[in-house]
């Protein structure tokens, strides 16, 4: 088993799916998925198992991308992508740990699926037009428009500066020194004027219904958290290839990536939904 193409390319499979669906469950059912259909096909007939494994995970993904759409829509409260803890070693890959990051991933989900899978296709696992074009039904020439419309999309609205994981680190530590002890004025801090909190409770959990805007409305809502609960423990973590936060509720577990510009934090993202916070504990495995 271990020689099987897809048994051999299972981590860059789960990565195409995840980079596509936001969702590690979604990913991992799509590989459940372009499993079963692997195992059915004649591989005398496949040149190229991995090119072919690629475009299967790619159609599966973009079927239940749209399957997805309208329960996204009635999901309550905001959406965010379900948080991964990965290991230092993604973050050396720049490109790839800017691509699963939390903001970048939040950024994707405004995309139509084609124009999705498109984008991650080309700029992220840098695929020939005409192996795109076969994996999403459509010509090449209309592959390459998508992908100048996507690029232009996600040029407008990813995060204006990229920081070294180093200067994250360095707003991280105080950042969750300031949660710890629920001190406004250390959170501010660390704030930058016009920074925006999202928050994902799925409806399960309490969690913010929109995007709270402002340092002086985001850092009391968070310094309030500690009056709240009788223990709120933080432990620094990496998610989504940056250093980031695991802030611990009463025993609740919430997945904290923040967004860093001039060093001073502009976007905070807050995971509370039990249901995606399943892979804390072992990293997962992303590459290209």
Known sequence: MTDDPFVLHRNLLFTVAYEMLGSAADAEDVLQETWLRWAGVDRSEV???RAYLVR????QSLNRLRSLSRSREDYVGEW???????SPDVAEDVELAESVSIAMLTVLETLAPTERAVFVLREVFDMPYGEIATAVGKTAS?????????REHVAARRPRMQVSRTEQQAVVDPFLTAMRTGKLQDLLDVMSPDVVMIADGGGIVAAALAPIRGATEVAPVLARAKQLVE???TTPVWLNGAP???IDFDGEPAAVSL???NARITRIYVVRNPHKLTRLDDPAQLTR
């Not at 965010?80 to 990965?86: A, F, G, K, N, S």
């Not at 209309?142 to 996507?150: D, E, G, Y």
């Open 47 to 49: 040149r190229e198992p």
């Open 231 to 233: 223990a709120l423990d």
């Open 244 to 246: 980031a936060g695991r």
């Open 259 to 261: 967004e860093i510009e």
């Open 56 to 59: 299967a995970v790619t159609r």
């Open 142 to 150: 209309a592959v390459r428009q998508i992908a100048r419309r996507a």
């Open 80 to 86: 965010l992508p379900e948080p991964l803890l990965t």
